[in-house]
């Protein structure tokens, strides 16, 4: 049974910083690219970041230059190291896993999804 288990989420004052994590189980997890998505309330779902199996990292154009994406496929686990929080940041962070992906940025192309932690940004 393949698992994605978000953590790392919780308050953080405008200009801070938040590490989550993603840990995998139940999958190969060095054959699939792996992406984070967030869905802030009465929004639709927005991609921010994938890192592919071969380690090539995308960004949405709101987080480039103040999230970073990275993977350890010994630990099978998917981080995302976020700066300069913005209270816009402020949403449901959802990890996924993709094994066949023609556009990183499409949500629907990814196969497994986690059940999200809450990022929130405020004074």
């Known amino acids: 049974q393949v698992q994605l288990v978000e953590s790392g989420g919780g308050l953080v004052q405008p200009g801070g910083s938040l590490r989550l994590s993603c840990a995998t189980s139940?999958?190969?997890?060095?054959?699939?690219?792996m992406g984070w998505f967030r869905q802030a309330a009465g929004k639709e779902r927005e991609f921010v970041a994938t890192v592919s199996r071969r380690d090539n990292t995308y960004y949405a154009d709101s987080v480039k230059g103040r999230f970073t994406i990275s993977r350890d496929n010994a630990k099978n686990t998917v981080y995302l190291q976020m700066n300069s929080l913005k209270p816009e940041d402020t949403a449901v962070y959802y990890c996924?896993?993709?094994?066949?992906?023609?556009?990183?940025?499409?949500?629907?192309?990814?196969?497994?999804w986690g059940q999200g932690t809450q990022v929130t940004v405020s004074s």
């Open positions: 996924a896993a993709g094994l066949y992906i023609v556009s990183m940025s499409r949500g629907s192309e990814y196969l497994y």
């Open positions: 139940g999958l190969t997890f060095s054959s699939y690219h």
